[in-house]
Structures are given as C-alpha cells and as structure tokens.
T-cell receptor, first 110, second 115 residues
Framework: AQSVTQLGSHVSVSEGALVLLRCNYS??????LFWYVQYPNQGLQLLLK??????LVKGINGFEAEFKKSETSFHLTKPSAHMSDAAEYFC????????FGPGTRLSVLP | EPEVTQTPSHQVTQMGQEVILRCVPI?????FYWYRQILGQKVEFLVS????????KSEIFDDQFSVERPDGSNFTLKIRSTKLEDSAMYFC?????????????FGPGTRLTVL
C-alpha cells in the first residue's frame, strides 16, 4: 500500500526566505509523485510532478522538487518566498487513485 | 484552458436528506474521480469511474454513495441519506487516462454541510 507523510502541518517563512516543504512516501512500486497547491476556497492545482527521468523537477511559480529514492523523499523547495505562495500544499503518490499526504499550510510573513 | 467545474460550491442539507453533487469533467477525459476532504484533514479517495463503471472505490464509499454519468458531460456523486460525518469538501477530478503517472485535474470542490 502507498502512503505519504508531510512533516510539519504548518510552516511559516519570511518573504524572500527559502521555502522547504517535506514529503516522504512509501510505495512498493516505483512511485510517481505530485505536488498540488490549494489556495483558499479553491481546488487543487498541480505544481509539479515526477514520473521518470531527471530527479530534479521544476514546476510553476518557481517551485521545484527533488526525488531521492534512497531517502524516499520528494521535498518541495522555492528559493525565495512570495506573499502569494501562502496556501496549503499536498504531496501525493500517483496510482489507480491518488494517495495524498495530510498537507502543509505555508504562511509567508512580511 | 479547460477545467473541471463543480456545482454547487456550497450545499447545506439536513441529516437524512439526499444530496447530489455535480461535476463537469474536462471534455476529452475518460477517467473520473471523487475525493473528500474533511475539514482539517487530508484529501481522501472515494471512487474512480471509467466507461460507465466504477473502477475502484475506497472503504469510505459505502452503500450510501453512488456515482453516475447521466449524460455526456456530467458526473455526479449522490449521497442517499446524509450523516453529520459526511460534512466535508468534495472534489471531482478527471484524467485523460489511467495510470500512476497521469495528472488528475481537480475541480474547485463542493463544500457539503450536514446539519
């Protein structure tokens, strides 16, 4: 069975600071990994995904994530946080259906 | 850009009543899904649907739930007799194909409140 954990239900960073949102997964087969963002009162928007190939994946809005098989991780990063990045972020493992992590709420302080 | 739409955005109902949540998937997509997010909790898979049949369902998707594609565009989730614990945000999603690498496109959700 697949599972996803996200360390830190709430992360606060200052505007301009590095954003690091952690995701670890468990999967019995090679995983396909996704990060989704949910802005207040909106649906889930795909930020980026890893399927095969390059382990460093770039997404929208300056986010990127690196797949590390040895660490079973797929952490999301952004070099410089912007106020508009404040949202809930979900890591997910793809499959017949998606298995989502519990989410991390990102707050960006001025 | 094509998107998944859902109606209504917010549904309030009395316990024991039937509700139907509606979704219009992206037009060329073949696979459809419903997920649920109880307030403050993670997004949970309910059911997937392909070729007018349920492909997979979770333990949450019991006999009180049903899905239907009544026409060529709509995809509905029916809860026959709502319970307080059905209060949640319900997301519809669609994808071009099945497979773990395929992106699922999510709608904005319907917030269901059961009183």
């Amino acid at each position: 069975a697949q599972s996803v954990t996200q360390l830190g239900s709430h992360v606060s960073v200052s505007e301009g600071a590095l954003v690091l949102l952690r995701c670890n997964y468990s999967s019995s087969v090679p995983p396909y990994l996704f990060w989704y963002v949910q802005y207040p009162n909106q649906g889930l928007q795909l930020l980026l995904k890893y399927t095969t190939g390059a382990t460093l994946v770039k997404g929208i809005n300056g986010f990127e994530a690196e797949f590390k098989k040895s660490e079973t991780s797929f952490h999301l990063t952004k070099p410089s946080a912007h106020m508009s990045d404040a949202a809930e972020y979900f890591c997910a493992v793809g499959g017949q259906n998606f298995v989502f992590g519990p989410g991390t709420r990102l707050s960006v302080l001025p | 850009e094509p998107e998944v739409t859902q109606t209504p955005s917010h549904q309030v109902t009395q316990m024991g009543q039937e509700v139907i949540l509606r979704c219009v998937p992206i037009s060329n997509h073949l696979y459809f899904y419903w997920y649920r997010q109880i307030l403050g909790q993670k997004v949970e898979f309910l059911v997937s649907f392909y070729n007018n049949e349920i492909s997979e369902k979770s333990e949450i998707f019991d006999d009180q739930f049903s899905v239907e594609r009544p026409d060529g565009s709509n995809f509905t989730l029916k809860i026959r007799s709502t319970k307080l614990e059905d209060s949640a945000m319900y997301f519809c999603a669609s994808s071009e194909a099945a497979g773990s690498w395929n992106e699922q496109f999510f709608g904005p959700g319907t917030r269901l409140t059961v009183l």
